[in-house]
């Protein structure tokens, strides 16, 4: 029979602790777009005046979104205001590759590293465009727990501490795009709510020749994407004996597409 370890129990609630999310929490510090690097967005930049110019969009501070209803689970907004556009846009060619250079990750905070793509419209610039509620997203990389029983979020944390390299579709249609890139933890995540996002976005322009765009089916929305229902959202780590089988959330990699090989 399956049942919840005691001990590991009591940590679940110990990490509820404010004290200790603020300590333990991460984001992007650094986006290498191609081969141009780039600081992400800090959670000091917004009292530096004059304003950094980035080209991720605004989070608040290392802190979480846990109402996935919310337009926050988009770009990490905070308090239904969602994300602001940033001022630059970062250009890479499609079948180049996006590195996410993570602060330290906790290796408490177990779960998949999800990424998506959206394209703006062609009548709109990305430092002006928000999607909204409209299906737009696509998903071009997801990793989850692998089969040694490691997770996608371990690379990220010590001894490890990896950027996250993503490859940019290369039959892609030019254009101007958002990309979202997140970690979904899972420490918390016995029931709903519980289970942390940390997403972010940045905007580039991707060139090439390359004339391949997902169909409505393929596309989703954020919020919308995730429920409580959705597989994966709800996901208890703290079982004894081999933990089940974890379905990523969200979408499969957009089939036309060839993400870069996970290593273990």
């Known amino acids: ?18 004290i200790l999310q603020v300590a333990a929490h ?23 005046c004059p304003q950094p110019k980035r080209i991720m969009r605004k989070i608040p501070n290392n802190w979480l979104v846990e109402d996935i209803a919310s337009i926050d689970i988009q770009c990490h907004g905070r308090s239904g205001g969602g994300s602001a556009p940033a001022s630059l ?76 390299t993503v490859r940019i579709p290369p039959n892609l249609k030019a254009g101007q795009y958002l990309i979202r890139h997140e970690i979904l933890a899972l420490h918390v995540a016995t029931k709903y709510p519980g289970v942390q996002a940390y997403p972010s976005c940045i905007q580039v322009k991707v060139t090439g020749n390359g004339t391949a765009l997902p169909e409505d089916k393929d596309l989703v929305s954020f919020p ?14 703290y079982i004894i004996g081999e933990l089940p089988p974890y379905p990523i959330p969200g979408p499969e990699v957009y089939v036309a597409f060839s993400p870069i090989a996970r290593a273990q």
């Open 224 to 237: 919308g994407a995730y429920t409580a229902e959705t597989p994966g959202i709800v996901y208890n780590l």
């Open 89 to 164: 846009v970062g250009t890479i060619a499609s079948g180049d590759t996006v590195s996410f250079n993570w602060t330290q990750w906790p290796n408490g905070h177990t779960g998949p590293v999800l990424t998506y793509m959206a394209r703006v419209p062609d009548e709109e610039d990305v430092r002006d465009w928000a999607p909204e509620k409209e299906k737009v997203w696509f998903k071009i990389d997801h990793a989850g727990k692998y089969e040694d029983g490691t997770w996608a979020s371990d690379s990220l944390a010590l001894p490890k501490l990896k950027p996250w």
């Open 26 to 48: 991460g984001y992007v510090q650094e986006v290498t777009v191609g081969s141009t690097k780039y600081t992400g967005y800090l959670p000091d930049d917004a009292y530096e």
């Open 1 to 18: 029979m399956i049942q919840l370890l005691p001990s590991l129990v009591a940590l679940t609630a110990l990490a509820l602790s404010p």
